[in-house]
């Protein structure tokens, strides 16, 4: 079975440029979670999918956005790129059948460096 | 807002012996799930093991075990029997249905090294 895939592997911007990262889940899960990872800021959530529609978001600004398309792949949009948006993001999927209780898959993340 | 504590930075064991990772946590929810997440130098999170508050028995997982102490909000790892492989960043984390939906709340990890 496939885990949860994402890409690019690394990315490279200058401040104030778009990142898009992807993500595709593990086959029959609904659910999508968006993470970053940031040097002495450990993990935070950002954004969780399911079924298309965003179920809840974490604590960052507009700028951070994302979507889930109808194969429940899904997509995380960074505009007006700052230096501090340097991190590992991390995509987890899930069954979402169980809520709080499903075990989240993550994938191996994007390294999203702004120069 | 729920907190997850980790007030190890680092911990370390020689190979074949037991370490116990501490963690604790912030809630006033009766309702909530418990994780420790292994993050090895490839950055893959990976589930170790998983605690249901309800649930008094602690889990066991293989190697893992857990020393779930609700009243006091305890939540902790220990690693039997200690093998090069397990050397990662080990992360605590909480989720509740009615408070953290969807969100899983980490710690800021303690890294496990393993010494032959």
């Known amino acids: 079975e496939a885990g949860v895939t994402q890409s690019p592997t690394h990315l490279i911007k200058t401040r104030g440029q778009q990142a898009t990262l992807r993500c595709s889940p593990i086959?029959?899960?609904?659910?999508v979670y968006w993470y970053q990872q940031a040097l002495g800021l450990g993990l935070q959530f950002l954004l969780w999918?399911?079924?298309?529609?965003?179920?809840n978001r974490g604590n960052f600004p507009p700028r951070f956005s994302g979507r889930q398309f109808p194969n429940y792949s899904s997509e995380l949009n960074v505009n007006a790129l700052e230096l501090e948006d340097s991190a590992l993001y991390l995509c987890a999927s899930s069954t979402g059948t169980s809520g709080s209780a499903d075990e989240q898959f993550f994938g191996p993340g994007t390294r999203l460096t702004v120069l | 807002a729920q907190t997850v504590t980790q007030s190890q930075p680092e911990m370390s064991v020689q190979e074949a012996e037991t370490v116990t990772l501490s963690c604790t946590y912030d809630?006033?929810?009766?309702?909530?799930?418990l994780f420790w997440y292994k993050q090895p130098p490839s950055r893959q999170m990976i589930l170790v093991i998983r605690?249901?508050?309800?649930?008094?028995q602690n889990a066991t997982e293989n190697r893992f075990s857990v020393n779930f102490q609700k009243a006091a909000k305890s939540f902790s790892l220990k690693i039997s029997d200690s093998q090069l492989g397990d050397a990662a960043m080990y992360f605590c984390?909480?989720?509740?249905?009615?408070?953290?939906?969807?969100?899983?709340?980490f710690g800021a990890g303690t890294q496990v090294v393993v010494t032959p």
């Open positions: 984390a909480y989720n509740s249905p009615t408070d953290s939906w969807g969100k899983l709340q």
């Open positions: 605690q249901e508050a309800y649930k008094q």
């Open positions: 809630t006033s929810e009766s309702d909530y799930y």
């Open positions: 999918y399911d079924e298309g529609e965003e179920r």
């Open positions: 086959s029959g899960h609904t659910s």
